[in-house]
Every structure is written in structure tokens, then in C-alpha cells.
T-cell receptor
């Protein structure tokens, strides 16, 4: 089945540790996105990428880093510099490049808790 | 910058009552997408509206795009408990090859059985 997979679903980390969230898609989509969602809040864009080896900062990129070495994969690292990392993280994809206004497909999300 | 305002933030209804959420922009929207997120779940695409004055229906859901393309609404007739969740509108923003969605804050719907 085609889809977008995030792992793990739940993640616990100690304060001060970096943690990497996985996002893989087999939809052949060019664009991939990372969002953060806090309880009762909307979606805030962290980083996004349109093509391999290229990505842009979103609205709340500070304390996060990404890479896009493969079309299928867009991992997000939550660094120790992120002051409030506990949140629900959603990865999405859309595409292909050249098709505008396509809908976003989301992964199941990773709920990160930092203690 | 671009903003999409969505109201109300919360809505609590009795099962069988109708529900409407509104999405407004100060600028003309290129088009508008609607998503539903169930509690604990992820957003799922519902529909995209493109044309001025467009109306689309999906069973008990009716989606409208304003004539001036500055607002949109989602109306649910005779709500059911399965309608519970948060409904988001989003505008596709394309700048060159940079594509992203500008999201409303969502309307959370609670339905009393």
C-alpha cells in the first residue's frame, strides 16, 4: 500500500538529548513537510522540502534540523536547543513537483515527550 | 503575511444539530482545502474548492467557496458522533517551486449523543 510512515508513534527522551523522528513515503511525492501540533492548537510548519538535497525553514524552525538525502525520506531532528520539544509531530507529503494545489497526505504522527 | 482565519475555535452540539465552520481571508484565496483530524489522529484531506461560488457536497457535508474567493465554509447537516474532530481549512501557497499550505487554526467539534 502506498502511504507515509512515521516512526515511532510514541517517543520519550530526557531533556538535553537530541532525537530524530523518521518519515518515509512511497507515494513518489516530491514535497515533504514537518509540522508541530500542540494540544488544542493548529499545525505549525517546521521545515519543508520540495526536492532532494534542498529544504526551507518554516515558521518555527529554531531548535530543529532536517535532511533530504533521498526522495522517500525526510527525517527531523529535535535538538537540545528546542526549548519546548514535547508535542505531536506530523509529517506530510504532496506532489509531484509541477502539480500545484495538490492535497497533503499525513503520517500517523509521533508524540514526543521530553522529561 | 498570509493568514487564514477560522471560526469558531470550538463548537459543541447535540447529535442531530447542524454545524458550520467558516474560513476567512483578507486576500483572495487561490483555492481552499478542507481537512478533518479525529482526536488522536492525523489530518485527512476532505475536499478542494477552486472556483468562485463553488459548492460541493459529500453526503451530509456541504462545502462552499465565496463568490469573491475570500471565504469558505463547511456545513454538516444533522451531526453524528462520528463527526467529532477538528476541521481545518488550508490555502495552497505556491511561490515558484516552493509549495506549502497556509492553515487555519481549526474548529474543534464535539457532539453530545
Amino acid at each position: 500500500d502506498g502511504g507515509i510512515t512515521q516512526s515511532p508513534k510514541y517517543l520519550f527522551r530526557k531533556e538535553g538529548q537530541n532525537v530524530t523522528l523518521s518519515c518515509e513515503q512511497n507515494l513518489n511525492h516530491d514535497a515533504m513537510y514537518w509540522y508541530r501540533q500542540d494540544p488544542g492548537q493548529g499545525l505549525r510548519l517546521i521545515y519543508y522540502s520540495q526536492i532532494v538535497n534542498d529544504f526551507q525553514k518554516g515558521d518555527i524552525a529554531e531548535g530543529y534540523s532536517v535532511s533530504r538525502e533521498k526522495k522517500e525520506s525526510f527525517p527531523l531532528t529535535v535538538t537540545s536547543a528546542q526549548k519546548n520539544p514535547t508535542a505531536f509531530y506530523l509529517c506530510a507529503s504532496s506532489g509531484p513537483l509541477g502539480q500545484v494545489n495538490t492535497e497533503a497526505f499525513f503520517g500517523q504522527g509521533t508524540r514526543l515527550t521530553v522529561v | 503575511g498570509q493568514q487564514v482565519m477560522q471560526i469558531p475555535q470550538y463548537q459543541h452540539v447535540q447529535e442531530g444539530e447542524d454545524f458550520t465552520t467558516y474560513c476567512n481571508s483578507s486576500t483572495t484565496l487561490s483555492n481552499i482545502q478542507w481537512y478533518k483530524q479525529r482526536p488522536g489522529g492525523h489530518p485527512v484531506f476532505l475536499i478542494q474548492l477552486v472556483k468562485s461560488g463553488e459548492v460541493k457536497k459529500q453526503k451530509r457535508l456541504t462545502f462552499q467557496f465565496g463568490e469573491a474567493k475570500k471565504n469558505s465554509s463547511l456545513h454538516i447537516t444533522a451531526t453524528q458522533t462520528t463527526d467529532v474532530g477538528t476541521y481545518f481549512c488550508a490555502e495552497p501557497h505556491n511561490a515558484g517551486n516552493n509549495r506549502k499550505l497556509i492553515w487555519g487554526l481549526g474548529t474543534s467539534l464535539a457532539v453530545n449523543p
